[in-house]
């Protein structure tokens, strides 16, 4: 990649990315609205959620609850980001497969997330029905970018790479990563943060002991809208962390490929 379209890449995340002005100035607007409201039942203000999240960071509980659900979301992604990467590609490469799982990714994308739990949830265990839905959801983002990406592999490349009769392993690495890498960052992206938006929402509803879910389920039972918020927020901030952490280990494993330190 040339230098100036690195610079070009790198402007527009720099004009994408968030502000740090933005995020002030709407949590003035909501520490306003929360003081005009005077009702923290409905609305709580961001003071009083940072002063509760930090009161729930003092128990053990807190931390045993996010190892709990960390570990089922993002055994749930790695499965589909696995699978749906691996017959992404042979789909790529098989019309039959690829006809065979086309109907079936788009009722997977059709069918609402809580369909999917209030039908799932009569046949597995709660804890791992986060698991399973994580999974699902999963599952189409990488089948549909790896597909793509392999696709979109140069097609004279692939010609020479047949002339010469190069390995199958220097196709994947020189022809192929470097045409699917790019759709699966962006798998990545999106999909990480569906898994743990739809494996908490598995929670929410089987209520597994020990999870993140079943402590929602029942702080909105008894109106604890504080802890309510601060869960919300340490779940936001685990989905940006995780993410930042996958779309790490996918570039140290690009540049691993294309021979860069």
């Known amino acids: ?9 790198s402007n527009k995340k720099h004009k994408n990315g968030i502000k740090l002005w933005a995020v002030v100035f709407w949590l003035i607007i909501w520490q306003l609205a929360a003081v005009v409201m005077k009702q ?8 009083s959620v940072m002063k509760t999240l930090y009161e729930m960071m003092k128990q053990r509980e807190f931390y045993t609850r996010i190892l709990f659900s960390t570990i089922r979301v993002l055994y749930g992604f790695t499965i589909g980001m696995l699978l749906g990467a691996l017959i992404g590609a042979i789909s ?5 497969i690829r006809d065979l799982m086309s109907p079936l990714i788009s009722v997977i994308r ?13 046949f597995l265990s709660d804890g791992a029905l986060s698991v399973f839905i994580a999974f699902l959801i999963c599952f189409p983002v990488f089948y549909t970018n790896m597909l793509t990406g392999v696709q979109s592999a140069d097609v004279q490349l692939l010609e020479m790479a047949h002339v010469f009769r190069l390995s ?18 962006s ?33 909105k039972m008894y109106y604890l809208t504080g802890e309510l918020f601060a869960w919300t927020l340490t779940i936001v901030l685990l989905s940006l962390i995780t993410d930042f952490a996958c779309r790490l280990i996918v570039k140290l494993i690009g540049h691993r490929l294309s ?3």
């Open 40 to 47: 923290e039942i409905f609305l709580v203000s961001p003071v």
């Open 168 to 185: 199958p392993f220097k196709k994947i690495r020189h022809i192929y990563f470097p045409a699917v890498y790019p759709h699966l960052l």
């Open 259 to 261: 021979g860069r330190r």
């Open 1 to 9: 990649m040339s230098p100036a379209k690195t610079s070009t890449m």
């Open 92 to 96: 790529a490469k098989m019309r039959f």
């Open 110 to 122: 059709s069918i609402p997330v809580a369909s999917f739990i209030l039908l799932a949830v009569f």
């Open 187 to 219: 798998a990545v992206s999106v999909s990480i943060g569906l898994a743990w938006k739809s494996g908490i929402a598995a929670e929410v509803i089987a209520i597994p002991d020990g999870s993140i879910g079943e402590r929602l389920y029942y702080v």
